[in-house]
C-alpha cells in the first residue's frame, strides 16, 4: 500500500498539486485519472522520487519514503518497476537485454544462468518468448508496451507505476496491454498505479480511482460506482466520450427495464 499525504507542489509559483490525500491498494490496479494538466505526472514523479514534494509525505506499506533516509529510498526505488509512456527502450539493446538490463543494475548477486532464466520467464509472461533477439526497431507499438511490462517486473517489483500505457496504441491493443497490466497485478499482489485519461482503461481496469482536477483531488472509487459519481467535474470528464455516454444510457435503460418486471410481477402475485 502507498499513501500519500498532503503532497503539495509548485512551480515558478504555480501550486500544481494542492494538498492531495489518497491511498493506492495492494493488489489493485489504482488509476490517476483526469484530464491534462491535472497534476497526474507530477504525483507521480513525486511519489517515485524523480521530484520531491515541497510539503507532505509519501509511505510505502508504512515505511517513510520522502525525507528519508538516501539507503532507505534507495531500498524503495529496488522494489519500483516503471512503464514509461514511451516504452523507453534502448535502441541499441535487443529486446532480451532490454529486460535484462534492470537485473545488471538492481541484483548483481544474480548469476548470468539466474538472469536468463528471469528474462525468458517475464518474456513468456507477456507473449514474446520468441522475440529475445529483436531490436526494438523491429517489433510494433504493442510489442514494445509488454517489452517494457517485462522490464519492469523483472526485478521481482512491489510497486509497478505506468504513465498512459495506451498511448498511441489502436483500441484492441490498448485492451490487451490493460488487460496483461490487470492480470500481472493481481496474479503476484502488486501495487499498481496507472496515470490515464482513458475512460476505456477504467472501465475495462479501474478496482480503484482517483480523480484529479486542477490539482485536488475531487473523487475516489470504482469502477462500478464513477458512471453514478455526482462531481460535475468528473460528470464532465467521463461523459465527454460519446462511448461512455451509450454505455451509460444502455446501462440505465436495463435497470429500468429490470425495474418495471420486477414491478410488474408484484402486482401480478
Known amino acids: 500500500m502507498i ?37 497526474k505526472s507530477v504525483l507521480l514523479q513525486c511519489i517515485v522520487g524523480l521530484m520531491q514534494p515541497d510539503l507532505g509525505s509519501i509511505t510505502f506499506d508504512g515505511t517513510m519514503f520522502s525525507n528519508n533516509k538516501v539507503q532507505i529510498r534507495q531500498e524503495i526505488r529496488r522494489k519500483i518497476g516503471m512503464l514509461f509512456q514511451g516504452s523507453a527502450l534502448f535502441d541499441s539493446m535487443t529486446v532480451y537485454e532490454n529486460v535484462e538490463f534492470p537485473l545488471k543494475m538492481l541484483t548483481p548477486e544474480m548469476s548470468r544462468q539466474e538472469r536468463r532464466d528471469r528474462v525468458e520467464f517475464c518474456l513468456k509472461r507477456v507473449g ?23 522490464r519492469a517486473i523483472a526485478p521481482n517489483c512491489t510497486y509497478l507505476f505506468c504513465d498512459e500505457p495506451n498511448s498511441g496504441l489502436d483500441p484492441l491493443t490498448s485492451i490487451k496491454i490493460d488487460e496483461l497490466i490487470h492480470e500481472i497485478t493481481h496474479e503476484y499482489g502488486i501495487t499498481t498505479v496507472v496515470v490515464t485519461h482513458d475512460m476505456n482503461s477504467v472501465i ?24 453514478n459519481a455526482q462531481v460535475p467535474e468528473l460528470k464532465e470528464f467521463i461523459f465527454s466520450s460519446s462511448l461512455v455516454r451509450a454505455a451509460k444510457k444502455v446501462d440505465d435503460e436495463t435497470e429500468g427495464g429490470l425495474a418495471a418486471a420486477t414491478t410488474d410481477e408484484a402486482i401480478n402475485i
Open 3 to 39: 499513501e500519500v499525504h498532503n503532497v503539495q507542489k509548485s512551480f515558478d509559483g504555480n501550486q500544481v498539486l494542492k494538498g492531495i490525500n489518497c491511498t493506492f491498494e495492494t493488489g489493485k490496479c489504482n488509476l490517476l485519472l483526469g484530464g491534462s494538466g491535472t497534476g
Open 128 to 150: 514474446l518468448e520468441n522475440a529475445g533477439t529483436k531490436m526494438p526497431s523491429e517489433i510494433s507499438g504493442g510489442m514494445k508496451k509488454r517489452v517494457g511490462i517485462a
Open 204 to 227: 475495462e481496469i479501474g478496482d480503484h480511482i482517483i480523480f484529479l482536477y486542477k490539482g485536488q483531488k475531487l473523487w475516489d472509487g470504482n469502477k462500478d460506482e464513477i458512471l
